[in-house]
């Protein structure tokens, strides 16, 4: 009965009856990890690491127990902890290599102030070159247990310091590279462009665990939906397996469509039938799977794009599709692939459905006559160096109230940084939990500001905040990820609320909570605007020409080496 709770989601009946099995008889691993993954799904997360430590207790050798453990200690702020159980998990399973990665590799997700994001990247920097100077893949078995090993984690935090990542997703991917060249030999060699013959058309693969609503694939439904057909054959090869309404919609605009999840060499093994002539991985970098497959050739040109905005490091990738946008000057310097910047922000957004206003504050108990903030984005996404300017912004307007929707991590921070203009933050910082995505366009719909993020950029909601009309305040920063929100408002033609500087930044929000008129006239534009930003179709022109363009390339390329 348990496992028919859980599988159907019924976190608290599952629970329940988990709790009655220890309580009669010792619990099995599998019993322990699955009570912890319901206390995840219900967001009580110190019930989570208490249940997996006694888990560990009952079980010192159990790895998921382990890894499930130091996996989630530093989500919930504890990196310390973390590190010291991947190095015991290690020492009691030296053969398990995810520990390895773990115990060398692991950043916070939160960090309490600037010289911890030093201290960390160096740790960082120091570990990946003692991985790779200590892993060897001289036998199979030791081949194997690195496999494993990459296939679970990924270094997605590391991106979220601020810094120029290159060099060192270029080691990183180097080395997952060589795991996957001495496991997959004959899956890392060149591969010809397929002849094009008349009236045939070009075959493009994308493949992603994300293919169903999520922020880093969603835009992708745009380029397919406006895919030349005439000219162009989809091949959707879907990894994951939490498949919804926009999964079928993939479905839908794709030619072949495959549902293969949780098996590498099946997928693989599928791409190289299909003979594409180009493979594109929406986003490389937050499933440790996609990354491995994307670390070997599948197709003669291999592309990744913004859904993770970061390069991918892999000598197997050979263009960023990015937006012209979004890109700063020196952009390829960000980057081991060529840079591909794609006409305005280098995706079709398909335009949210807002629903009319049916709720009113005092259901989210906010203050009717707050100027409300909105500061909705995920908590690894606020660097400690900007916390003043919450307090600095609520130093010059008494009734501003920052609505934080997954803010809680971030509490002790920001109560110093009220402390130093002798501020309460309570008395002006809201933290919710918003369960249903009713309520999150409610809570758009009833903010005054959308307060985007220095350094990592607001995507979706950025997005979803224009389709509510809600100003946003943002500046633009030194890479791509950091510059989303510019791109959505330089092509909205609404640059008003774009700061130069931090400065800039705090007096154009404090203008518009003390401007009611302002912020109306703002939003008033921005509706105006919504159809130059929304369901564009000049990216996938650009998209499809850049296409047939290095597929004509790599053709010609081939006749000439041939007739040499």
Known sequence: MSQKFFQAGRWQDAIEQYQGIIARQTGTPELYWCLSECYRHLKRFNQVLSILQEGIRRYPTDARLHFSLIVNLPVNGYIQEAISRAETASRLMPNDYTFKLLKNLLVPVIYDNQDQITFYRQRFIRGLQKLIHQTSLETIAQQKNALAGIGRLTNFYLSYQAHNDRQLQRQYGEFVHQTMVMNYPNWVVPIAMPALKQNHKIRIGYASAYLHSYSGTLWLTGWLRYSDREKFEIYCYYTGNTPDPITQQFQDYSDRFYHIPDNLEAVCEQILADKLHILVFPEIGMDAPTLQMAALRLAPVQCTAWGHPVTSGLPTIDYFLSSELMEPEDAQEHYTETLICLPNIGVSYPKPYIPPRIKTRSDYQLQEDAVIYLCCQAPFKYLPQYDYIFAEIARRMP?????????????????????????????????????????????????????????????????????????????????????????????????????????????????????????????????????RLFDDQACVVGLEWFYRQIVHDKLNEQIFFQQD
Request: glycine residues 6%; proline residues 3%.
């Open 399 to 531: 009734n501003a109230q920052f609505l934080f929707l997954r803010g809680e991590l971030l509490q002790e921070r920001l109560e110093r940084a009220f402390a130093a203009v002798g501020l309460k933050y309570k008395e002006y910082c809201v933290f919710l939990t918003i369960p249903e995505r009713l309520d999150y366009l409610m809570i758009n719909l009833l903010s005054d500001v959308y307060l985007d993020t220095f350094d990592w950029s607001g995507g979706n909601t950025s997005l979803e905040a224009i389709a509510c009309n809600l100003p946003i305040v943002t500046c633009p920063g030194e890479f791509m990820r950091g510059r989303h929100s510019y791109s959505f408002l330089k092509m909205l033609g609404v640059t008003d609320t774009i700061a130069e500087s931090e400065t800039d930044y705090i007096e154009i929000a404090v203008k518009l909570g003390l401007d009611p008129a302002w912020r109306r006239h703002i939003a008033e534009r921005m509706n105006e605007s919504h159809d």
